[in-house]
């Protein structure tokens, strides 16, 4: 009898962490942005990214990249450690799609960054995969409309912050 419990609880274990850990196909709000051109780089060595994007000033947490032909990505940093994102304020640019260089240093715990209406409880506008860390991957956002928003971490949701589209 004591060996059925112990088996019966290992087994309801392992699917608990097995859902915990499973990835979910985001929804979406905005439908994908479609794939840019890439503009040849004159450097050697140089990443090419995508051209014809609108300029942009930088952002706290953010960064400009240079295009090819005089436009730029806007790239914001995010990095995960000790279950916590290293920022809780983000910029972006209304009506311009951007990139999410998300950092999970958290060896082998799962975290995403996923983004809702005017708060991280609000209806859901975009989530990258989850992921295990130690990894970087690099998300691709479509352009938001003006306005608040919040962004978290769907598994951790003390993890939060505010994103402002403007």
């Known amino acids: ?64 990249v240079p295009g090819g032909s005089g436009g730029a990505t806007v790239t914001l940093t995010i990095t995960a450690a000790g279950i916590a994102f290293d920022t809780d304020t983000l910029e972006v640019p209304a009506n311009t799609p951007f990139q999410i260089v998300f950092t999970n240093n958290d060896a082998g715990i799962p975290h ?19 992921f295990n860390g130690v990894e970087t991957r690099t998300y691709e956002v479509p352009a938001l409309p003006a306005g608040t928003y919040g962004f978290i971490c769907t598994v951790h949701p003390n993890m939060t912050g505010t994103l402002t589209s403007k």
């Open 112 to 130: 995403n960054v996923a983004i809702h209406k005017d708060s991280p409880t609000g209806p859901l506008v975009w989530a990258g995969d989850i």
């Open 1 to 64: 009898m004591r060996l059925a419990r112990s088996l019966a609880l290992l087994v309801a274990l392992a699917a608990v962490l097995a859902a915990c850990a499973a990835e979910s196909t985001p929804g979406w709000t905005f439908s994908p942005t479609p794939t840019p051109t890439v503009a040849p780089s004159s450097e050697p060595g140089a990443t090419p990214v995508p051209s014809g994007a609108p300029s942009a000033a930088p952002s706290p947490g953010g960064s400009l």
